[in-house]
């Protein structure tokens, strides 16, 4: 399979693209092609719902998510990578999902297969409860074949993230994809 793999923590070495990393190693492993978008160093507008591309014709913004539109049209899955922000994913991985926008349709059409990874700090029970309900939201309203999550608790620095068993599960889930 080709995989995009979207990061989108300011923090280009932090927990969750530590989490990231360590599913790519099991995805290439398995001999799947990835495809990495930095999203948190890339040039990216938020939509301004100007509706001029009604959905399904070029957006009127000229930046990086041309490339995301190429890549992730040309990708079997996509892999959402994100701290969680106020129970929610980042600001720059939204933008790129709200910029989804201007090619809805030929993307919800593609059937593809999708993953979400996810480093918080806390570790309550209810911790990714808002953020997992959202991307299995757009998972139905995309039809994305939901692959899996790490939802890693208890990640809130690097260091705390090596110690947790989210690194070892996100190498699985990688090495898992057939
Ligand atoms: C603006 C902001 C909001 C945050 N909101 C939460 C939160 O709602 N719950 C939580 O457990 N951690 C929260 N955190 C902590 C981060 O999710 C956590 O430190 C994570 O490991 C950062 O991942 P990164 O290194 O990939 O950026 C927040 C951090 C920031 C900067």
Known sequence: MNLLVIESS???H?????????????????GHTVTVFDAARASLHPCVAC?????????????DMETVRREILAAD??????????FGMSAQLKTVIDR????NGQLSS??????????????N?????ALKFHYET???????????TILGTGCGTVSMTEESEFPRKAYAFGRSLS
């Not at 509706?51 to 930046?63: E, F, I, L, V």
């Not at 029970?125 to 409860?129: A, G, I, V, Y």
């Not at 757009?138 to 899996?148: A, T, V, W």
């Open 125 to 129: 029970d209810w911790t990714m409860e």
């Open 100 to 103: 989804f926008y201007s090619f």
């Open 77 to 86: 899955m996509v892999v959402f990578v994100t701290p969680l922000y106020y």
């Open 14 to 30: 932090g927990s969750s693209n530590l989490l990231a990393e360590h599913f790519i190693r099991g995805a290439r492993e398995a």
């Open 51 to 63: 509706d001029a591309c009604g959905m399904s014709r070029s957006c009127c913004q000229k930046d």
């Open 110 to 123: 593609k059937g593809m297969k999708a993953a979400l990874i996810a480093a918080a700090w806390d570790s």
């Open 138 to 148: 757009l998972c139905r309203y995309l039809n994305f074949q939901d692959m899996g």
């Open 10 to 12: 300011p923090h280009k």
